[in-house]
C-alpha cells in the first residue's frame, strides 16, 4: 500500500478557510450581539446624548419665561389648547424656546418645554 504525499496546500486551504470563517462569524456576534458600533454611529450616539442633556438643563429656563409673561395672551392661548403639537407651535411662537445666543427655536426644547407647561397648574 502506497500513501500519497500531500502537499502544503492540502494543509493551508482549510485552515485559511477556517481563519476567514471564525473572523467573519465574529465580526458578526460582536456588531449584532454585543454591541460593537462604527465610530461614526457612537459620534451620532454622542451627540444625540447632549443635545438630549442640553434640552434637559434648558427646559426649567423656557417653563421661567413663560411663568414671567403670567399675564400674556400668549399663556392663556397655550393652556387653552388641547392639541399637543399646536401647544408646541405656541412655545416656539412665544420665543420661549429660543436657546440663548440662537435667533431660531429648537424644537425639541419647545415640545419638552411644552410638556412640562402642560403639568404645570393654572395661575
Excluded: H
Excluded at 12 to 23: D, F, H, R, S
Excluded at 75 to 95: C, T
Excluded at 102 to 121: F, H, I, Q, V, W
Amino acid at each position: 500500500m502506497q500513501v500519497s504525499r500531500m502537499t502544503w496546500r492540502d494543509y493551508v486551504k482549510p485552515g485559511l478557510w477556517g481563519a476567514a470563517a471564525g473572523a467573519f462569524a465574529m465580526v458578526m456576534v460582536g456588531f449584532w450581539g454585543m454591541g460593537w458600533t462604527t465610530s461614526g454611529t457612537a459620534e451620532q450616539m454622542a451627540g444625540q446624548r447632549a443635545d438630549s442633556a442640553v434640552v434637559g438643563a434648558l427646559v426649567p429656563f423656557c417653563v421661567a419665561k413663560a411663568e414671567q409673561e403670567a399675564s400674556s395672551a400668549n399663556l392663556a392661548k397655550f393652556r387653552a389648547e388641547d392639541v399637543s403639537y399646536k401647544r408646541s407651535q405656541i412655545v416656539q411662537d412665544s420665543g420661549w424656546a429660543t436657546m440663548p445666543g440662537s435667533t431660531s427655536t429648537n424644537y425639541a426644547l419647545a415640545t419638552s418645554c411644552s410638556e412640562k407647561l402642560a403639568l404645570l397648574p393654572a395661575k
